[in-house]
């Protein structure tokens, strides 16, 4: 027995700080460096080919590997460095490696990263903050043990759990929305969300407004950050080189899923990879890069301050034991 084809692993990250993912620097509007958006929902995302590049490379520095097994893994002009492409490297085996230079054929790698979405975005209200959410985010943690919500009884309302006194409105500044504590769905759904890690203090201000309304107020409490370009000559900043960019704010729920293929159907150069045996062993590979991620970050910006994300622990079926073990 060599077990299921794959795994998929949910995972829910917290915003430490702004999160600076852009789109290659176009102007557009108001805003210098914008975000990558879903095409279709205008909603903020992070790419999984970003996240696969930083956890590529934090998996490298955790196991030793940096900075050859990162990167993209093309060899130097001298023929030397890049991805090592061994059986028994976890870095090539659970990240894939670039074509070899004895001109080996490329590995696309064991583990997949989706893009991460908003789950749960964090607002300033008269009620002091709320985490909104919508179903259209609900149906992206859905498999993951989050009840399917089709949509709200109705559109433009804020639902959320009663709290002795609720107002009749919410005011979030330009949006007035009358408050629905009423839904017997959203009981469960702060239950499940917590199940997947996200801590009580934000699903006890959880709130959830129509997908139209939460792409609008998304995009209207995004961060927008001025900095100032500096003269690396000089230190100083430089004449007239303040540009604006935005960010995914502190305090966002991020969500996201990890593909762990099972290293036993897959072979490299028609030889068995000994790095890693199971779905779990993979799984456990990317964890080792959850707290460079908490502390160095993911997009751009870093140096001041941006983007770090802390991977919210979830018991999982590894940890468990109902899957990826062996069967003897
Ligand atoms: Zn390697």
Redesign the pocket.
């Known amino acids: 027995m060599t077990g299921k084809s794959f795994e998929i692993f949910p995972y829910v990250g917290l915003a430490l700080d702004p999160i600076h993912v852009g789109t290659g620097g176009s102007r557009l509007g108001r805003v210098d460096n914008t975000i990558v958006r879903d095409p279709v929902t205008r909603i903020p995302k992070i790419p999984g080919s970003s996240l696969a590049g930083v956890m590529r490379a934090y998996t490298a520095m955790a196991e030793g ?1 940096y900075p ?2 990162a990167g993209l893994g093309q060899p130097g002009p001298g023929g030397t460095g890049g ?4 059986l028994d ?1 976890s ?2 085996t659970v990240f894939g ?1 670039a074509k070899g230079k004895d001109s080996g054929g490329g590995f696309a790698g064991l583990a997949a990263f989706s893009d991460m979405h908003v789950l749960l975005f964090p607002v300033a209200s008269q009620l002091g903050p709320r985490w909104l959410t919508c179903p259209m985010s609900l149906r992206q943690a859905g498999g993951r043990g989050v009840t399917h919500v089709d949509d709200l009884p109705e559109q433009d309302a804020f639902y959320c759990r009663s709290e002795g006194q609720a107002p009749q409105s919410l005011n979030l500044g330009w949006l007035h929305l009358p408050v629905k504590t009423d839904w017997n769905k959203l009981e469960s759904i702060s239950q499940e969300l917590e199940r997947l890690g996200v801590p009580s203090y934000i699903t006890d201000r959880l709130g959830i407004v129509s997908d139209k309304l939460f792409s609008h107020i998304v995009n209207s409490n995004l961060e927008v950050c001025t900095s100032v370009a500096i003269n690396p000559a000089t230190g100083a900043a430089e004449e007239k080189a303040l540009f604006t960019y935005e960010a995914i704010p502190r305090g966002t729920v991020l969500i996201w899923e990890v593909t762990c293929r099972n290293p036993k159907h897959f072979k490299i150069n028609k030889q068995d990879i000994v790095a890693v045996t199971t779905p779990c062993d993979v799984r456990g590979i990317v964890a080792n890069a959850d707290s460079y991620l908490e502390h160095l970050g993911i997009g751009g910006m870093g140096s001041r301050g941006m983007g770090r994300l802390r991977v919210l622990k979830a018991q999982d079926s590894c940890e468990t034991g109902e899957t990826g073990k062996e069967a003897s």
Not at 83 to 86: E, I
Request: positive net charge; aromatic residues 10%; proline residues 0%.
């Open positions: 590997k050859g097994c991805h090592c492409g061994q490297c870095v090539c490696f």
